[in-house]
């Protein structure tokens, strides 16, 4: 439990926060992800993949060991050999190399992610296609008992989206966002944008669409929708190429795990290549509103005002993630920020540790500027627009000290967490340190003539009313 005091505190030493700074290195799971380059320098990966759509389509059916006669019975939709194909289908695509699925990289952020966008009346069985539309109809479809063998998954998701040209297209998806699945039975009344690419299973007459197999459905909105939880901050991600639902998958107060990986990354892509975050100035965050409520304020936008105490590189060595995001590297920000009221944690066992009025915070950008370099015990002042992801759990000496200052037991270490707000940032800019005070440059000396004048004043007043009583008397 996290609580904010509304009395200073001073338990909350320099040392003692020196102690919790030195514990937030990112404690990644997401796979291969190194401090140091080895091998192949990932930055010329980003350039060296390109294909066309239509070699994308061949090597995709290499991949899953598919040919032209696999679609030979796509006329009869509701086929056994259709049914079967389509579960296959849902079990492997989700597993397809990232740089099978999306070969043309000039095209990575854009709508079509690497294939345009296609017509319903267009497509053939055995396409990569890609359509955006609005979300009319979704519903769970459960596995038959007979068919799971060898499926990694029990149930998907069916329904049927309309493009702006008012065209329906049918789909089976893996996953969908999980706001979707708890309101599906509202779509009629409040659809909501999406993007669906996959591979065309049947074509289907012109009144029902084609049926296309996707691992996911993307959530893209055009605009704020307070019953779908899209705010402005959340269409501006939208519209630069960011599915809101990998947001939801976020976990929150835990490690980074696999789950995270693609808004972490999708995140850091898009700072990389928008050079601004939004048109208007955006708020400053306030962590004792943030803390106990992380959830309400993922993939909002704001700034983080403090002092930068640690810029380490990172290094990405997985080739998929270098083709999908191009991005060879990144920097993580250590920043102590100030709070408008002291943090206090109160801990299962009703012990409390005391922050004060500064936090800190990790904050990963792809770019340090000329006159920010990386390093360790930095102190330097640095203003950087963000946006938040999630408060991720590590353990901590000082969480974990007793009240008694014993030594930290391993053990006890790892049972209390610390939980240190995460977000994705633009490059940080260097906050000038405070002009000071025309009176500062005098000193101590200043001071104590103060000092001597004031109590020379206060002699003199109390000799002066004892001057007028006397002589009253």
């Known amino acids: 439990m996290i609580q904010s005091r509304g009395q200073p505190n001073n338990r909350g030493t320099f040392a003692t926060r020196l102690a919790v700074l030195a514990a937030l290195h990112l404690g990644f799971q997401l796979g291969t992800i190194e401090r140091r380059a080895t ?20 090597a995709l059916g290499k991949w899953l060991g598919l040919d032209a006669a696999s679609w030979s019975d796509s006329d009869e939709e509701d086929s056994t050999a259709n049914r079967q194909l389509q579960l296959r289908l849902l079990h492997e695509l989700p597993r397809v190399p990232w740089s099978i699925w999306h070969p043309e990289e000039g095209k990575r952020q854009g709508e079509g992610h690497g294939v345009s966008l296609s017509r319903p009346t267009d497509v053939k069985p055995g396409q990569i296609v890609s359509f955006v539309g609005e979300l009319l109809e979704l519903r769970s479809v459960d596995v038959p008992e007979a068919d799971r063998r060898g499926l990694s998954f029990d149930r998907f998701f069916a329904g049927t989206l309309r493009t702006s040209e008012g065209e329906p297209v ?101 700072t990389a290549r928008e050079s601004a975050a939004v048109s208007t100035p955006p708020k400053q965050w306030d962590l004792v509103a943030l803390l106990p409520s992380p959830a309400e304020f993922r993939g909002e936008i704001g700034h983080i005002t403090g002092t930068l105490r640690r810029a380490v590189r990172v290094v990405v060595t997985d080739r998929q993630r270098v083709l999908r995001y191009g991005l060879a590297e990144y920097f993580q920000l250590d920043i102590f920020v100030r709070t408008s009221r002291p943090i206090r944690y109160q801990l299962p066992d009703k012990s409390t540790r005391d922050f004060g009025t500064s936090y800190p ?85 200043l001071y104590i003539v103060i000092l001597v004048a004031l109590l020379g004043t206060l002699a003199w007043y109390f000799e002066r009313s004892s001057s007028t009583r006397r002589r009253r008397i």
């Open 39 to 58: 091998g192949q320098d990932p930055a010329s990966i980003v350039n060296s993949h390109a294909s066309s759509t239509a070699d994308a389509q061949l």
């Open 170 to 270: 049918r789909f089976a998806a893996r996953d969908v966002p999980h706001s979707w699945q708890k309101r599906s039975s509202d779509l009629p009344i409040h659809p909501i944008r999406c993007r669906l690419e996959g591979l065309c299973l049947h074509r289907g007459a012109a009144e029902r669409g084609p049926l296309v197999v996707t691992p996911q459905l993307e959530s893209r909105p055009l605009r704020p929708d307070p019953y779908w939880g899209v705010s402005t901050d959340r269409v501006w991600l939208a519209q630069h190429g960011i599915d809101l639902g990998i947001l939801e998958q976020v976990a929150e107060r835990s490690p980074l795990l696999a789950a995270d990986q693609a808004a972490f990354y999708g995140l850091i892509s898009l």
């Open 361 to 445: 915070v990790s904050i990963c950008v792809p770019t340090l500027p000329a006159d920010i370099a990386e390093g360790e015990n930095l102190r330097i002042n640095v203003d950087v627009p963000c946006i938040f992801l999630k408060l991720w759990a590590h353990s901590s000496d000082f969480m974990a000290l007793e009240r008694t200052a014993k030594p930290v037991d391993s053990e006890r270490r790892h049972q209390v967490q610390q939980w240190t707000p995460l977000f994705i940032g633009w490059q940080p800019q260097r906050v000038p340190e405070p002009a000071p005070s025309p009176l500062a440059e005098f000193g101590p000396g």
